[in-house]
Antibody, heavy 119, light 107 residues
Framework: EIQLVESGGGLVQPGRSLRLSCTAS????????MNWVRQAPGKGLEWVGF??????????ECAASVKGRFTISRDDSKSIAYLQMNSLKTEDTAVYYC??????????WGRGTLVTVSS | YVLTQPPSVSVAPGQTARITCGGN??????VHWYQQKPGQAPVLVVY???DRPSGIPERFSGSNSGNTATLTISRVEAGDEADYYC???????????FGGGTKLTVL
């Protein structure tokens, strides 16, 4: 079955760090760019960032709201994408989705993992 | 790049719903649409302005011209009630951009 499964969410204090994982199965993970999208409670979707496939250099890009604090990486041997979140703020509280990127749109989504930043 | 959607659209069952997505010269970009039901992850319903992924009913269609893209849902059913988001790729920044979302209510 083709799927993405996020993990690593939870409750974290402001200023601390958290790493999310996205485990892929059912397709050749290394062929695709992967993105992270988040959704704050009761709010809309917000693109967080992407990592391109190795074929396209494996480069990353993040939204201005998280740039310098969040980092995206991947381990193609394990079919996992990561979102390293540092210096977390209360406004980072959201469900974080992992998505597969095809020609700049998202054809496959995980079920999401909730990150709550609170003291 | 900013995408503007109406917060809400209401339609009676069996009628046609049109959800707009406004952006500067959006007709020059490829627009994608996602459906999100409460408590669920988004699902792609239209990509590249007007193409449908497999498994999406033909009732879902899209168009894009000028400064407005439109998602059209024909013969609306109660199960279509959801939030709908448009999305584009901003080539100048290589960022993906979402609209604010539209809540479709089936009366």
């Amino acid at each position: 079955e083709i799927q993405l499964v996020e993990s690593g969410g939870g409750l974290v204090q402001p200023g601390r760090s958290l790493r999310l994982s996205c485990t892929a199965s059912g397709f050749t993970f290394g062929d695709y760019a992967m993105n992270w999208v988040r959704q704050a409670p009761g709010k809309g979707l917000e693109w967080v960032g992407f990592i391109k496939s190795r074929t396209y250099g494996g480069t990353t890009e993040c939204a201005a709201s998280v740039k310098g604090r969040f980092t995206i990486s991947r381990d193609d041997s394990k079919s996992i994408a990561y979102l390293q979140m540092n210096s977390l703020k209360t406004e980072d509280t959201a469900v974080y989705y992992c998505t597969r990127d095809i020609k700049w749109y998202f054809d496959l989504w995980g079920r999401g993992t909730l990150v709550t930043v609170s003291s | 790049y900013v995408l503007t959607q109406p917060p809400s659209v209401s339609v009676a069952p069996g009628q046609t719903a049109r959800i707009t997505c406004g952006g500067n010269n959006i007709g020059n970009k490829r627009v994608h649409w996602y459906q999100q039901k409460p408590g669920q992850a988004p699902v792609l319903v239209v990509y590249d302005d007007s193409d449908r992924p497999s498994g999406i009913p033909e009732r879902f269609s899209g168009s894009n011209s000028g400064n407005t893209a439109t998602l059209t849902i024909s013969r609306v059913e109660a199960g279509d009630e959801a939030d709908y988001y448009c999305q584009v790729w901003d080539s100048s920044s290589d960022h993906r951009v979402f609209g604010g979302g539209t809540k479709l209510t089936v009366l």
